[in-house]
C-alpha cells in the first residue's frame, strides 16, 4: 500500500513572519493528529526554509524547492543552492522540475535529471515534476509527453524511498481548470507504466505519483481517490493552513 502524501509548494511567497506562521500552523495541525494516515511535506521559499526546518515538526517534512544542477556541492555558481546545502539548513526534501523552473528558467529534462541525481545523491527525497503544457493536451499529445518525461527525467537510482513523481498538467497549474478523473486516471497509468520501464516493476509499484494543478478542498476527495494516484502537489491552497489541512483532511 502506498502511503499518501500531502505536499505544499509555497512558490515565491511570504516574507519571513508569514512563512514561520503558516508553517507554524501545519505542524500544529501535523502535532495534534498523530495517527495520520497520509505524509505532509512543505516546500517554502529559500527566505524561510532554515527557519522553518528549524521548528519542531513531527510528522511532517520540510523541503526546498529546486536545487542546482552542478554535481558540485559548492562553488561559483551565483544564485544556486547546492542539495548539500538544503541537507545542511535542516530540510530533507526537495522539488525538481517544476513546469515553472522549465517555463522560467528553461530547464529540460536532461538538466531536471541531473538536478533529481544530486538531490538523491546528498541523501534528499525528490519529487520529481512532469506535465504537459495546453497545447501538447490539444495536440493529443499528453500520454506521450509524460511518458518521454518519466524516461529522460527519473534516474536509475530512483527509488519508493528517495523518489515521488508529480504529474502536474500545466495549463491546470494555478488556472481553476483540472483534468477529468478519466484523464488523470489515464495519465497515472501510463507514468507508472514508463516507470516499470525504467526502474523494474517492484519499483515501480511502490512509487508515489501525485497529482498537481488547482487541487482545492472542494475536489480533493474526487482526485486523491483516482487509481494509482498517491497524494497531491498543491500551490495556491497550500499558502493558508486551513484550506491545505482541508485537503490533507479528505483522506481521514
Ligand atoms: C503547483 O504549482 O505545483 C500547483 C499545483 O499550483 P496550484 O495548486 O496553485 O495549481
Known sequence: MRRKLIAGNWKMNGLKAEGIALA??????????????????????????????????????????????????????????????????????????????????????????????????????????IGETLAEREAGQAVDVVRRQTRECVPMQATAENCVIAYEPVWAIGTGKVPTTADVAEIHAAVRDELAKVLGQEKADKMRILYGGSVKPENAKELLNVENVDGALIGGASLKADSFWAIAETLM
Open 24 to 129: 507554524k500552523a501545519v505542524f500544529e495541525k501535523c502535532a495534534t493528529t498523530p495517527d495520520k494516515t497520509f505524509d505532509i511535506l512543505v516546500c517554502p521559499p529559500m527566505n524561510v526554509l532554515g527557519f522553518v526546518a528549524e521548528l519542531p515538526h513531527a510528522g511532517a517534512f520540510v523541503g526546498a524547492q529546486d536545487v542546482a544542477e552542478t554535481t558540485k556541492p559548492n562553488g561559483a555558481f551565483t544564485g544556486d543552492i547546492s542539495a548539500q546545502m538544503v541537507l545542511d539548513l535542516g530540510a530533507t526534501w526537495t522539488l525538481v522540475g517544476h513546469s515553472e523552473r522549465r517555463q522560467y528558467h528553461h530547464e529540460t529534462d536532461a538538466v531536471v535529471k541531473q538536478k533529481a541525481l544530486n538531490a538523491i545523491g546528498a541523501g534528499l527525497t525528490t519529487v520529481i515534476c
